[in-house]
């Protein structure tokens, strides 16, 4: 189980984002923002395909890699623990984990990204959707315990971009 954990998270704590920037020679990551999401989405989204290929009927250990690939994006071990925020090394997880759910976070995000030019609050209303969908469909009860845990890990490593925002509507 934490053989398979491991490499996980060393994937998610490949700093797509920065090594993109760098080979385009751009300096700004913003510049490069789908394709690092799709890198990102892809650090997820492989662990769990391949953890399920090798042990299909090892759900807790698909669960741990997905878990372990977004605390490699939040806290990668090349970035001295520190990281990117991790919603699309989640969404990628979760893609393979339970892929309506994620569809249905995935598109609400982007619709809330379209309309408020606000990737943080896109993020967290993706989450919500998410989450949302996840109890619709009534999914195992672990899956929701680690999409949890992985969305709590998101929620805060979103905390001063959503705290600038509060302040900004306030203000």
Request: proline share 5%; hydrophobic share 55%; charged share 10%.
């Amino acid at each position: 189980m934490i053989l398979l954990s491991l490499p996980a998270y060393l994937l998610g704590s490949i700093p797509s984002g920065p090594l993109l920037a760098r080979v385009m020679g751009n300096s700004d990551p913003r510049r490069t923002a789908i394709v690092s999401f799709l890198l990102d989405f892809l650090k997820g989204l492989l662990p769990v395909l391949a953890v399920s290929f090798y042990a299909p009927d090892d759900h807790i250990t698909a669960y741990l890699a997905a878990l372990f690939a977004v605390v490699g994006q939040c806290y990668s071990v090349f970035l001295l623990f520190k990281g990117g925020k991790g919603e699309a090394t989640m969404a990628g997880a979760f893609a393979a984990l339970t892929p309506i759910p994620a569809a249905a976070g995935l598109l609400v995000g982007l619709m809330t990204f379209y309309v408020l030019r606000s990737s943080s609050l896109a993020a967290m209303v993706a989450l919500a959707a998410f989450f949302y969908a996840v109890c619709l469909l009534s999914t195992p009860t672990t899956l929701a315990l680690f999409s949890l845990a992985c969305g709590m890990m998101v929620i805060r490593r979103h905390h001063d971009d959503l705290s600038t925002l509060v302040n900004s509507r306030n203000s």
